[in-house]
């Protein structure tokens, strides 16, 4: 039976369109893809001081990337026991638009807080004036 819905009809593919940005267009999945671009091979200890990111959610990006087919997790058994990250053939082929997109990020930084500072004025200025 054919989707009745409107918006499905507009953009039949738009939920699967979002559900893959929810999970690589998340600042800390975006920030490991950038790190595991640049570095090639690392191991979780060095992930984390890198991103100062919390273990928790490190573990929880990790495992949502290894299971999307962005990042491979390589388990060595040894005393302590040693896992290291990398792109996959897809996770590397998703490193130029996270670059670019953290390239404009840090073009724009000051541009950014430029406008937020105007906004915050703006908006300190009409509760006053209320």
């Known amino acids: ?7 499905s009809q507009q953009c ?4 699967r ?6 999970r690589v267009g998340d600042r800390w999945s975006v920030l ?12 979780f200890n060095e992930l984390k001081r890198n991103l100062g990111i919390s ?15 962005l990042v491979n997790r390589t388990y ?3 005393i302590p026991p040693k896992v290291e990250y990398s792109l996959t ?12 997109l953290g390239c404009w990020a840090l073009e ?11 906004y915050d004025v703006a908006s300190e200025r009409q509760m006053a004036a209320s």
């Open 1 to 7: 039976m054919p989707n009745s819905d409107p918006d």
């Open 12 to 15: 039949p593919n738009c939920k």
């Open 17 to 22: 369109i979002n559900e893959v940005l929810t």
């Open 32 to 43: 490991v893809i950038i790190s595991l671009s640049n570095y090639g091979i690392l191991r």
């Open 55 to 69: 273990q928790r959610m490190l573990s929880r990006t990790l495992r949502e990337l290894e299971r999307d087919g």
């Open 76 to 78: 060595y058994p040894t």
């Open 89 to 100: 053939p897809m996770g590397d082929s998703f490193r130029e638009p996270v670059n670019a």
């Open 108 to 118: 724009n930084l000051t541009n950014i807080d430029a406008a937020r500072e105007s």
